[in-house]
């Protein structure tokens, strides 16, 4: 049995059944498996992850039963199968049959035939029943029919290349940390242990880079710098907190915008970093210290309550709220098959609250960024334009942008927001 399979398929298994995310659950089974190639289980796990509807709309359709008769690991292996197939362009379609067909023999002995079966049925039948162009968009481009329906009203007819684009695994950028090296020095570091790295002409710390195992190598143990999306870089730079200043990161965690806005303001001033959770604050602290960041402590905090002692209190507040999360869906491909729809109303009203208190926050004349990560507009410009409605006067939008997730890009909101009076 291949090592690299079974790592991917139990990578899956964790997502699938036990609701782990994709990351966690690649490093876990790449960790358990030595000697595996950790870049095919990653692009091999995402792939099937992000394929899953049309997957599972195929595999309807091919087994006599239908999907609901087929057992949950047989599942998986008959969707690592047929992703092979149909995706994985450097393995002959014959050996992809037979890497599922022997992973079905270490994983689920007797399956063997019923595999081999709806794999070789599947290429028989694929050209005329199959292909991407002749399934609805939204199950051709695996998403759950609501949320395409979503996009299309929101967005028309764009709503088809940004399913497209959020099928594309997006480009991995570092932010180089300034308290330490500058981008050319770091750039040239990363040359040196092998890696493509290269300045990113949108942000003055960016780096777009490629190449396996940034994130064990010295370079980034060290603090030199970090994984962070371009999108989520620009905003925090829109915001731009000065050296010196009292800054507020209301839903900090794991803390890579607290760090940043550290290194932008030169590791002087204070930053209060707070998240709900008690444990994701120690994150935070591990992402500080690795940084070098000494101006970040952190505080357990509800964004969503009212805290009386930060009234007006704050230069720069950060409000990076949680969101149903549809522009990073190409990097965490998990977030279509848990996402509904129907609870975004819940989801906006506490996006509100936190926005609202993040508001208050401020001094007069101070700033703040209220973002997501999402790409739906009631999240996002209707949000904004009601709390700026609230605000009756005493807020102005200085900068509103949704960066699309086109060309390798995460898909992202920010409103920069000046408190006047």
């Known amino acids: 049995m291949d090592q690299d399979w079974l790592a991917a398929f139990e990578a899956l298994k964790s997502v699938y059944l036990d609701g782990a995310y994709s990351n966690i659950a690649i490093n876990e089974a790449v960790s358990h498996h030595k000697g595996t190639r950790e870049s095919f289980v990653r692009t091999f796990t995402k792939g099937v992850l992000r394929d899953t509807i049309r997957l599972d709309y195929i595999i309807d359709r091919l087994v006599e039963r239908g999907i609901d008769s087929v057992k949950p690991r047989l599942l998986i292996i008959l969707r690592m199968g047929l992703y092979a197939v149909d995706e994985m362009y450097s393995i002959p379609e014959y050996a992809a049959v037979n890497e599922t067909v022997n992973l079905a023999k270490g994983l689920a002995r007797g399956s063997e035939r019923f595999i081999n079966g709806v794999l070789r049925g599947y290429l028989r039948r694929r050209g005329s029943m199959y292909n991407k162009e002749s399934l609805r968009p939204d199950i051709a481009y695996a998403f759950p029919k609501e949320v395409f329906d979503l996009l299309r009203a929101q967005y028309g007819p764009d709503a088809l290349r940004i399913a497209e684009s959020l099928n594309e695994p997006p480009n991995l950028y570092l932010r180089t940390n300034t308290l330490k090296i500058d981008r050319d020095s770091l750039i040239e570091k990363l040359k040196k242990e092998g890696f493509s790295a290269e300045a990113s002409p949108l942000n003055d710390a960016a780096i777009l880079a ?10 980034y143990k060290n603090g030199l710098c970090s994984i962070q999306s371009l999108s989520s870089m620009i905003a925090v730079k829109a915001l731009d907190p000065a050296p010196g200043s009292k800054v507020l990161d209301i839903c900090a965690a794991p803390g890579g ?6 290194e932008i303001m030169g590791n002087e001033g204070s930053i209060t970093a707070c998240d709900i959770h ?7 602290k591990a992402y500080a210290a690795r940084t070098g960041a ?6 357990q905090a509800d964004a969503s309550v009212y805290n009386e002692s930060f009234e007006g209190a704050f230069d720069y507040v950060l409000a990076d709220v949680p969101c149903s999360g549809l522009g990073v869906i190409a990097s965490k491909p998990e ?13 906006i009203e506490l996006q509100k609250k936190i926005a609202w208190n993040a508001f208050r926050y401020l001094k007069p004349g101070g700033r703040m960024i209220y973002s997501t990560c999402t790409l739906n507009k009631n999240e996002n410009e209707e949000l904004a334009k009601d709390m700026l409605s609230r605000a009756s006067g005493s807020a102005v939008s200085i900068e509103m942008q949704t960066i699309m997730p086109y060309n390798g890009e ?8 000046e408190k006047t009076c």
Do not use: N
Request: without cysteine; charged residues 20%; glycine residues 8%.
């Open 210 to 219: 490629s190449g396996s195992g940034i994130a064990s190598s010295d370079i």
């Open 257 to 262: 915008k607290s760090t940043y806005m550290a």
């Open 278 to 284: 008690h444990h994701r604050l120690d994150l935070i």
């Open 294 to 299: 000494t101006i970040i402590d952190t505080l």
């Open 335 to 347: 977030i279509r098959l848990k996402t509904d729809p129907s609870k975004y109303g819940e989801l």
């Open 410 to 417: 995460v898909g992202f909101f920010y409103d920069l927001i």
